[in-house]
């Protein structure tokens, strides 16, 4: 079925054929299970629309007949029909909005669920690290709901009423009904194209100059303290001014051209209007149309352009949509980084002793690699450190051992089976810890605790905070587990998340325990208290501590310092301090 | 009282009930990071001509006029046009040909190309004023931002390196922000303008023509914002009852997303699929529950204007018939009967997507009228000339700052000195206020109680407050613990702090500090453009230029604040090598996490002063 190839639920690559297909095209196929729901919306919004445009064709019908003075009898069905289009535009435009929305909340909930799935299933999670684009990647899900509302409904509505609107006329009066469309595909499709199209040039030039307008504003505000401290301020805002001067003076050159859209509607209205009244003025002089319909023609052509009236709005809106739904495929079009796992029952034994033999890992044929030929080894039940710069592949190794990505050469050896043999959960069974910058849910204490030990008993995550510490802080909270911790953890200070995220990874209880750069972004004496109660904490598991920080070592019983994905010296503080090399200049500077 | 769910997964979103979330244990203490906003889906209710709008911008106002004037020509045309044809109708229904209804004829093209001409002026008009408007708003927000004292008040040490507060929703607020104004502008103010007029002069020439169907649409038309207004406060309350179930279910989906490393190290990921579909019914039930009455007032609209509409028609048809109105007239009504409620279903329609726009405005006047926070005014004004008491003593006596709106002090109770020359290290616990007290001598923020006082060379003790901040300021080169590298060229990062130096004193600047081999190999050597935060640039380089900063500027008293935190070894070797030659003949205060090693960077030339924990006791008055 195509929908679910669209979006694979699963970790499966997605069809060449498929991906080519246009993201607005795979957007929709994503609410076809609702197609019964948006086919109502579609009827309803036609009948709504239509009714407008009927009311004023049968009044006109009903004026003119009423012109010639007939018997009263001949007006009775029309008056009962103009009460009844009268309510029934109101009745069935609410019913179309609650119809279609429901159906693209429906589509929506469902699309959310879809994106999750495939994310959980190919963990592309190297593109994860720029928060933004996380965010960003909810909002072209979301782009979603606004395909279905705003950009498919009213054009298929335009379709049917502009469709039968035509068709009538054209029964009455076939000029009448063949200018009505032209009239019509001019003002709902030409027009709105091209003044899409038109506004394309502007967008881009302004796009550009905005970009020089928020570089400024970002320098000003975030430099704002070198800026006063120099004495600088004045010449920045001054720097703001010019951007800013630059991109009205754009915008308003280029205001001539974006109103060219509104002056060509109006105009086809207008002149569409004319051209009835025209047609059918010297039709009924030359005796080839009856004036009742010329007043039918003329009126209901004067109404029918409400029917086009939302399509601008809609080809101005459709590019941003495509936009999101390109950013949305290409994430979701992203094989999985674990190729799937050639057996199952990992089971790692009495022993877990993680052994990595020349791992190497790079993020692209063609790029540097990440990590060239890496050795290291934490017999069970040891704390290992790898430390070094930034871009030294600590993370990378991390990321390897908790299965987020495959290796592109060597083992990796927990208990003498190889992990890459086996599905990323399973390893993880094993394998658990502290993530780079690891998330706090917005959510209770609880919560986020139970997460690594679902059904977990108080008493237990009482013990785990303990272990990182925390207890104390917690229980002297007013609702203590009950807390809410705010959206990402913001109610706690950078220390606790830590802590917290540290409890969660002990509740987890793996044999082999991963922290990666569990004090970034704390302060110096936060992160030597953070160390201290980790190293605590991790007595008992085989522990891998990844960081920059240089506290704490003389506590661990091995240190590995990589440099450019290599290993470069290895051993304890005491020996490494002795040796000449990188670890005793920096441990000295 | 945790709700449980399918799958046994943990429920987040469903661990409380709406409005049992406990109160946060510690006030946040790290920098909320930019979100999109996911409560969107019901804006909050808004003025529709905001008067603040109109006064701060003159732009508004030209544009008010011109949309008043276009709004006026475009009423007499839609009532010339109905007249015209109602006129041609019944002409040709009476047999009149082309040839005594050409003109009339004609005329309906005539107005149709007006028309036209008039909606073209009016939309690039109403962009022009937009972009005026925008600009003009934008340029007061830099400027009271700037002016304020508010963005750089944040709190040094307290998760200050990543940045003031909101200065990234700032930067969004004045540029996207903003933009959603045209929308406003070109759509919605014209439409609104209209709205007043049309339904007015259509009444006027409806009641002149025929008063029965004035009376049935004079009663009408003001029913419409009537049933608007009750109907929207009504949903009003609603929405706010649901607000907080709805923004929680929309965030949400962010949260899971966001957190999916963290749920795959726990084997929770796919789990947690479930609890999205069950969230997202909930969401969609409780958003529905909103729109079913956010729909009432469009709702409302509709029906009584085609309605009304219908019982015109019939109502003009029946009299017709009866022979008590003639053709034309009934068709003039016919035709105007709707133009009366169109404007006002158009306002309507485009009100939602306008009040973005509004929404931005209404975020810089809450800006704009945002106290000016900190320094008290009242220094002396600047005289451009370096203040010689930087190059003398200091002494701090009792001296506490506590940030508006803080319980405890970021700083009390200091007492300390520094002699001419002498270079004094700064230790002290996290949250002692020691990169506070070098913003107290940058002038960045004023002490709350106490005195820092200051002597020139040969002169006598006055107090830091009587000299301008700027003439002070000139004497000072600070080097922070993130030194902030602008998207200008390397050699107007460096001459920030003289930007008359010539090249030649950038590039000993920069030889001094050790930067510049790394500078010249840049593709354009000291022209090379930075990038966004310097972002082309490693930590060590950055921390080198804003070392070269200082010595450009050639102040006589240098603040660090750990330079050389978080460097590699060569980084860190090359950084001291500055740093030395920085000191050189200079007073300095540097601010240290630990002292030892902070001997071993600077020399052992150091005199040591601690600063203790603050305590609110600290402020209490001695």
């Known amino acids: 079925m195509s929908e679910r190839t669209t979006v694979p639920a699963d970790a499966g690559p997605v069809p060449e054929r498929e991906r080519r297909r246009d993201p607005l095209v795979r957007m929709t196929a994503l609410a076809r299970p609702r197609v019964g729901r948006f086919a109502l919306g579609v009827l309803l919004g036609s009948v709504a629309t239509g009714s407008g445009l009927a009311l004023l064709g049968l009044a006109a019908w009903m004026l003119a007949t009423a012109a010639d003075h007939p018997p009263i009898t001949a007006l009775g069905a029309a008056v009962v029909a103009t009460r009844a289009l009268g309510v029934g535009r109101g009745v069935s435009r609410y019913l179309e909005r609650l119809v279609t929305h429901d159906a693209a909340f429906r589509t929506l909930a469902e699309v959310r669920v879809r ?204 590019g941003a949509i495509r936009a999101s739904g390109a950013r949305l495929f290409g994430v979701l079009d992203t094989p999985a980084a674990v190729a799937p796992p050639t057996r199952t029952g990992l089971d790692a034994g009495e022993d877990a002793t993680v052994r990595i033999r020349g791992l190497r890992v790079r993020y692209g044929p063609g790029e540097p690699w990440a990590l060239d030929g890496v050795d290291l080894e934490i017999p069970a039940g040891w704390t290992v450190a790898v430390i070094g710069p930034s871009g030294a592949g600590k993370s990378t190794l991390a990321s390897v051992l908790l299965r987020f990505r495959d290796p592109d050469g060597g083992r990796v050896e927990v ?116 160390v201290a109660d980790l190293l605590a904490a991790a007595e008992g598991y085989s522990t891998l501590l990844v960081t920059h920080d240089l506290t704490g070592l003389d506590r661990v019983d091995r240190i590995y310092v990589m440099r450019e994905g290599r290993v470069l010296q290895q051993g304890t503080h005491e020996e490494l301090s002795r040796q000449e090399g990188w670890y005793r200049d920096v441990t000295r500077a | 009282m945790t709700a449980s769910v399918p799958g046994g997964a943990p429920a987040w979103i469903l661990g409380a009930p709406p409005g049992a979330a406990a109160p946060v244990h510690d006030p946040a203490r790290r920098v909320p990071p930019t979100r999109p906003d996911h409560t969107r889906e019901v804006p909050a209710p808004m003025k529709p001509l905001d008067p603040r709008l109109v006064r701060t911008a003159d732009a508004v106002r030209v544009h008010l006029a011109v949309s008043v004037a276009s709004g006026v020509l475009i009423t007499g045309l839609v009532l010339a046009q109905a007249w015209l044809l109602a006129r041609a109708i019944s002409g040709a229904w009476r047999g009149e040909g082309m040839d005594t209804l050409g003109w009339v004829v004609g005329a309906v093209a005539g107005i149709a190309v007006l028309r036209a001409l008039l909606s073209y002026l009016a939309e690039t008009s109403a962009l022009h004023s937009a972009a005026r408007t925008k600009s003009q708003l934008r340029r007061r927000l830099v400027a009271h931002v700037t002016g304020s004292g508010r963005v750089w008040t944040a709190e040094p040490g307290d998760g200050g390196e990543q940045g003031p507060p909101r200065a990234g929703e700032l930067v969004t607020l004045a540029t996207r922000g903003l933009d959603a104004l045209d929308d406003y502008f070109a759509r919605y103010l014209p439409q609104l303008v209209l709205a007043a007029i049309v339904p007015v002069a259509v009444l006027t020439v409806v009641f002149w023509a025929d008063w029965i169907s004035g009376v049935v649409i004079l009663v009408t038309v003001p029913l419409i914002p009537v049933f608007m207004a009750l109907i929207g406060m009504h949903t009003q309350q609603r929405t706010e009852r649901q607000w907080r179930l709805l923004s929680r279910l929309g965030g949400h989906f962010l949260d899971v997303v966001e957190g999916l490393p963290t749920l795959a190290v726990f084997r929770r990921a796919r789990a947690q699929a479930a609890l999205l579909r069950t969230v997202g019914d909930e969401h969609r039930r409780a958003t529905m529950g909103t729109l079913r009455v956010a729909f009432l007032s469009a709702f409302a609209l509709e029906l009584l204007s085609t309605l009304a509409v219908a019982l015109v028609a019939v109502e003009v048809g029946l009299r017709l018939l009866g022979g008590h109105m003639d053709y034309q007239t009934a068709l003039l009504v016919l035709i105007l009967a709707p133009e009366a409620y169109l404007p006002l279903r158009e306002v309507g329609a485009r009100f939602h997507a306008s009040m973005e726009g509004v929404a931005a405005a209404d975020q810089v006047f809450a800006e704009l009228e945002r106290v000016r926070a900190g320094s008290p005014g009242a220094a002396p004004p600047a005289t451009g000339r370096p203040s010689p008491a930087a190059g003398g003593d200091i002494r701090f006596e009792g001296v506490e700052l506590l940030y508006p709106g803080r319980d405890v002090p970021a700083l009390s109770g200091v007492d300390l000195s520094v002699a001419a020359g002498e270079h004094l290290l700064l230790t002290g616990p996290s949250g002692a206020g020691k990169s506070t007290l070098l913003s107290l001598l940058l002038r960045l923020n004023e002490p709350t109680r106490g005195r820092i006082s200051v002597r020139a060379p040969g002169g006598e003790w006055e107090p830091l407050e009587g000299i301008a901040a700027e003439d002070w300021r000139l004497g000072v080169a600070w080097v922070p613990q993130n030194p902030y590298l602008f998207d200008v060229s390397v050699a107007d990062n460096i001459r920030l702090g003289a930007p008359g130096a010539s090249l030649e004193r950038v590039r000993e600047a920069a030889r001094l500090a050790e930067a510049d081999a790394f500078v010249s190999a840049l593709p354009d050597g000291y022209g090379t453009r930075l990038g966004e935060r310097g972002a082309r640039l490693s930590a060590g380089q950055r921390q080198r230029i804003a070392l070269a900063r200082a010595m450009c500027r050639d102040a006589p008293l240098v603040l660090l604040d750990e330079p050389t935190a978080h460097l590699d070894p060569e980084n860190a070797a090359a950084v001291r090598t500055a740093v030395a030659r920085l000191l050189r003949g200079r007073t300095a205060v540097i601010v240290a996490h630990d002292a030892g090693w902070a001997r071993k960077t600077f020399g052992a030339d150091l005199r040591t002063a601690s600063l203790a924990l603050p305590t609110a006791e600290g402020s209490l008055p001695r």
């Open chain 1, 115 to 318: 994106v999750y799935e495939r994310l959980a299933a190919t963990e592309p999670f190297g593109r994860f690290r720029s928060g933004d684009l996380v965010s960003r990647l909810v909002n072209d899900t979301e782009a979603t709901l606004d395909l279905l509302v705003r950009g498919l409904t009213p054009p298929l509505v335009s379709v049917v009423t502009g469709g039968t609107a035509v068709l009538v006329l054209a029964v009455v009066y076939l000029p009448g009904g063949l200018l009505l469309a032209g009239g019509l595909l001019l003002a709902g499709l030409a027009v709105p194209l091209a003044a899409a199209a038109l506004g394309r040039g502007p967008g881009r030039r302004q796009a550009r100059v905005r970009g020089e307008l928020s570089t400024a504003l970002v320098d000003t505000l975030h430099g704002a303290p070198d800026l006063v401290a120099y004495g600088a301020m004045e010449r920045q805002v001054e720097r703001v001014n010019a951007a800013d001067a630059e991109l009205t003076r754009v915008a308003r050159a280029d205001s001539a051209l974006l109103g060219l859209g509104a002056g060509a509607s109006a105009l086809v209205t207008g002149l569409t209007v004319w051209g009835a009244l025209f047609l059918g003025v010297v039709a009924v002089a030359g005796g080839s149309l009856d004036a009742v319909s010329l007043a039918v023609v003329v009126l209901t052509t004067l109404a029918a352009f409400e029917i086009v009236a939302p399509l601008p709005a809609v080809a101005a809106r459709l």
């Open chain 1, 415 to 530: 208990g003498g089976r190889d992990v890459t043999e086996y599905p990323p959960d399973e390893v993880r069974a094993v394998v658990s810890g502290v993530p780079q910058d690891p998330h706090v849910f917005a959510s209770t204490l609880r919560e986020n605790l139970r997460l690594a030990r679902p059904g977990a008993r108080d008493g237990e995550l009482w013990e785990a905070l303990r272990r990182a510490r925390l207890a104390d802080d917690v229980a002297a909270m007013p609702r203590g587990l009950d807390t809410q911790v705010g959206t990402h953890g913001l109610g706690l200070s950078g220390g606790m998340v830590q802590r917290l995220a540290l409890a969660r990874a002990v509740l987890a209880a793996p044999r082999v325990l991963v922290l990666d750069e569990p004090t970034a972004h704390l302060d110096p004496d936060t992160r030597d208290a953070v």
